[in-house]
């Protein structure tokens, strides 16, 4: 069973800090990974996607991923009370690890900015 | 705005009693996705269609089908909802199968009575 781990949370930052939240995966033929946000009672919204070794930003956002760790991470800087919400770490499992190519989800961590 | 639309956003239904829930699309994605999300859960996949090619997660209870009339349009019909049924139901699209990024609707909440 191909897995994508998260940090459950809650993480609790004060407004202006830099978020960071972390996530593994076992998949190792893994190619594609993505950071949803979901506030609650609301569906996910794509914020990053990231396929290449490396750091990707946009904006406040930042994600970083390291296939030899099978880790991926993503940074909210100058984070502001807006962004509290759940993030959910998302893999595209490769098709011949069993997931046949589906979008793998972690359970999400929950991050509360403080003002 | 190209977008996904779900329909209804909230649904209350009976114990048993079939109820459908409806995703439109206007992005011309060729694979649309069933999501079923329970609190503090990570989104499930029920099942996705790639054109017009049904796949069907193995342990997806034979109690929900799909039906993709055409390009834009995807229902999730489940025959006779249970209370472990309650859930939100999210709708996606994506342009391919594969690496593409996954895109969401605004889902529909179903409560079981």
């Known amino acids: 069973q191909k897995e994508v781990e998260q940090n459950s949370g809650p993480l609790s930052v004060p407004e202006g800090a830099i978020a960071s939240l972390n996530c593994t995966y076992s998949?190792?033929?893994?190619?594609?990974f993505f950071w949803y946000r979901q506030y609650s009672g609301k569906s996910p919204e794509l914020i990053m996607s990231i396929y290449s070794n490396g750091d990707k930003e946009d904006g406040r956002f930042t994600a970083q991923l390291n296939k030899a760790s099978q880790y991926v991470s993503l940074l909210i800087r100058d984070s502001q009370p807006s962004d509290s919400a759940t993030y959910l770490c998302a893999v595209h499992g490769s098709y011949y690890g069993g997931s046949q190519g589906n979008l793998i989800f972690g359970k999400g961590t929950k991050l509360s900015v403080k003002p | 705005d190209a977008m996904v639309i779900q329909n209804p956003r909230y649904q209350v239904t009976q114990f048993g009693k079939p109820v459908t829930l409806s995703c439109s699309q206007t992005l011309n994605h060729n694979v649309m996705y069933w999501y079923q999300q329970k609190s503090s859960q990570a989104p499930k996949l029920l099942f996705h269609?790639?054109?017009?090619?049904?796949?069907n997660e193995a342990d997806t209870p034979d109690n929900f089908q799909s039906r993709r009339p055409n390009t834009s349009f995807c229902f999730l019909d489940i025959r006779s909802p249970g209370l472990g049924d309650a859930a939100m139901y999210l709708c996606?699209?994506?342009?391919?199968?594969?690496?593409?990024?996954?895109?969401f609707g605004p889902g529909t909440r179903l409560t079981v009575l």
């Open positions: 998949d190792r033929g893994s190619q594609s």
């Open positions: 996606a699209t994506s342009r391919d199968p594969g690496y593409n990024e996954q895109f």
């Open positions: 269609y790639y054109d017009k090619d049904f796949n």
